[in-house]
């Protein structure tokens, strides 16, 4: 059901109507909190990062390659209730890239090619 609602949702976005799309992105929300909780790893992809904290870390502490990857991006950017930490953000994405994954490297060579160094504690733009 919550799926559905997004989806008509994005169809009436794409047509411009965004008062009709939002009362339904709220109620599948909704929907999606109670079936799953709020601290379900899911709560990142709606905007609650906050939520998704805990969750991400146990599991990247655990090894989970997606969720070092995950807690990277809330880290590097911060906000929604999170402190930014790029240090602890390219650890995350290290651990994630060492393992595979695409997207963590790609994040890794962004945050170097501005001036980003894991080695360091303090970053400087």
């Known amino acids: 059901m919550a799926q559905n609602l997004n989806n008509l949702a994005a169809l009436y976005q794409a047509q ?10 709220k109620r599948s929300l909704a929907i999606r909190q109670k079936a799953l909780g709020t601290d379900h790893p899911d709560a990142f992809e709606k905007g609650d ?15 989970d390659v997606e969720a070092n990857r995950r807690m990277g991006d809330i880290l590097r950017l911060g906000g929604s209730g999170v402190q ?15 393992a595979g994954d695409g997207a963590a490297v790609s994040n890794l060579r962004s945050m170097y ?4 160094d894991p080695r360091r504690t303090k970053w400087t733009p």
């Open 84 to 98: 930014q930490d790029e240090a602890e953000a390219v650890r995350r994405y290290r651990r994630a890239a060492l």
């Open 49 to 63: 990062s906050a939520a998704a904290v805990p969750t991400y870390r146990r599991l990247g502490d655990a090894g």
């Open 16 to 25: 411009g109507h965004y008062a009709q799309a939002e009362p339904l992105l």
């Open 113 to 116: 090619g501005i001036g980003r």
